[in-house]
């Protein structure tokens, strides 16, 4: 049982995931800004990114987990460290803070406060590079927990970090991050439409993570082990 209440908690999530995205839509609006080539512009976009996790994982999670990912709240739902009113709450919270994030983004770069993207990110190697994205996420936060936790803020930023470049869709994985980057049409969004094939994508990347390091962090007996357990 956490120390911190539900309320505390759900505040913790929102801010954290209105700060993670208003750095990914903030640091794409200024890198686009700044640059016209598209790779110093995406690496303008990479490093925030993975710089603002460590600091919010490493300032929230002592309250909330420091989940500021529905998929995350999934997992940890599945593994039954979350109720399912608390898991639901997480990722409303994720989802309004995300939102947020993006339209203070919006105010802070004088841009049009409400708009729709229209960029395309769909089709099969997005979807499965979003697989892969998400999956490579979970597998870190598991393994990191197991093995050594207060490392868990340098794994996931330096994950993402890396993940905007070897994956073909940058690496969202995350459903709050992608249905707050359908609220920008600048360098970082998504068009609403594409949404679906993402949340679906990463979810399933998830899921196939729990399954997976849920085995694969379980130690087996030994011979000897059973013969006394037995």
């Keep these: 049982m956490s120390e911190f209440s539900l309320k505390q908690r759900l505040t913790a999530e929102a801010l954290g995931t209105a700060m993670l995205v208003g750095t990914v839509v903030g640091s794409g609006i200024m890198a686009d800004r700044l640059s016209d080539d598209v790779a110093v512009s995406l690496l303008g976009n990479t490093i925030p990114t993975g710089a603002i996790l460590v600091v919010l994982i490493t300032i929230l999670g002592p309250i909330s987990g420091a989940h500021f990912n529905p998929a995350v709240t999934f997992v940890f739902w599945l593994k039954r460290n979350l109720s399912l009113t608390a898991g639901l709450s997480y990722i409303a919270a994720q989802i309004a803070g995300g939102i947020c994030g993006t339209l203070i983004a919006h105010v802070m770069f004088e841009e049009a406060v409400l708009q729709a993207s229209t960029t395309a990110r769909t089709g099969p190697a997005q979807w499965v590079a979003e697989i892969v994205a998400t999956f490579g996420l979970l597998a870190s936060i598991l393994a990191g927990i197991r093995f050594r936790e207060a490392a868990v803020p340098w794994l996931v930023g330096l994950y993402i970090t890396a993940a905007y470049w070897f994956t073909a869709s940058t690496s969202f994985a995350n459903p709050a991050v992608a249905i707050s980057r359908a609220f920008t049409d600048t360098f970082a969004g998504i068009r609403p439409v594409d949404l679906?094939?993402?949340?679906?994508?990463?979810?399933?990347?998830?899921?196939?993570?729990?399954?997976?390091?849920?085995?694969?962090?379980?130690?087996?007996?030994?011979?000897?082990?059973?013969?006394v357990s037995s």
């Design 196 to 227: 679906p094939g993402f949340i679906v994508a990463e979810f399933i990347g998830a899921a196939l993570a729990l399954a997976l390091f849920s085995w694969l962090l379980t130690p087996e007996k030994t011979a000897g082990e059973k013969a």
